[in-house]
């Protein structure tokens, strides 16, 4: 989910880093002045112009499309702390990104820190999962289709860049909040030749609350969504020169 704060900064990127890649920057990226007092707004207005052409992807940035947009494989458990408990969700996509709305967006243009809100109604998530777990005689080892559905996805992100050799804009961190009002979870696929396993399996799912899901699986998935997005950022600003760009 996103992938769900990774909206709205793929749009500030590439508002400030489109000419890069292109000798003229094109008609639809609007150049905002840092030293604007509204310089937010210009950024937000120009994002929500971009939304189209960031549903589709942006091919001279080698941007893809953020609808629907993969996130891969996120791993829930590694089996690193407890070799009994491996879990991962593979091949996710997410669709219904392309319907976000912009928050928040506050800039500390000297110290390069970004805060962005985006709020998104709904969000389907489909992949596949692989568990590996033993818990004392129950060993559980099965994998099948992955099904959630979010509703009114709240997504909050911090930002810090620098400056390499006074021209270059490098993004090295970035922390992801998550938030859904509501969510459905359908994991499919149980083991179908054991069918008090499968029935354990179900109840196990079953018993356990949302509030418990979201707290296991949300900074995983969190994690991902900033790994991606961090890396995009700064494939986009390779040889952008911030000053041109982003005048004063």
Do not use: W
């Not at 099904?147 to 804009?169: C, E, F, G, P």
């Amino acid at each position: 989910m996103g992938k769900l704060g990774q909206v709205a900064l793929v749009g500030f990127v590439c508002l400030t880093s489109l000419g890069c890649v292109l000798a003229v920057i094109p008609d639809y990226i609007h150049v905002c002045h840092r030293s604007d007092p509204k310089v937010a707004v210009c950024i937000q207005n120009s994002v929500e112009a971009l939304r189209p052409l960031l549903v589709k992807g942006l091919p001279e940035l080698n941007v893809k499309g953020i609808d629907p947009f993969e996130l891969g494989r996120i791993t829930i458990f590694d089996g690193v702390q407890n070799p009994d408990v491996k879990l991962y969700f593979d091949n996710v996509v997410v669709t219904g990104l392309g319907n976000f709305k912009i928050t928040k967006l506050k800039l500390d243009v000297e110290k390069m820190i970004y805060r962005v809100g985006v709020k998104v109604p709904f969000l389907n998530l489909t992949g596949t999962f692989d568990a590996d777990m033993k818990f004392g005689q129950l060993e559980i080892k099965t994998n099948g289709d992955l099904h959630t559905d979010l509703v009114d996805v709240d997504a909050q992100a911090v930002i810090h860049a620098y400056l390499k050799d006074n021209s270059r804009m490098i993004f090295d961190s970035l922390t992801l909040r998550l938030k859904a009002s509501d969510f459905l979870l359908n994991v499919d696929n149980f083991p179908k030749k054991d069918a008090v396993l499968g029935q354990t399996i179900h109840q196990l799912i079953t018993e356990t609350s949302k509030q418990d899901v979201r707290d296991l699986a949300t900074p995983h998935i969190e994690r991902k969504c900033a790994e991606i997005l961090l890396d995009l950022s700064n494939q986009i600003t390779e040889t952008f020169d911030y000053n041109e760009l982003f005048p004063l």
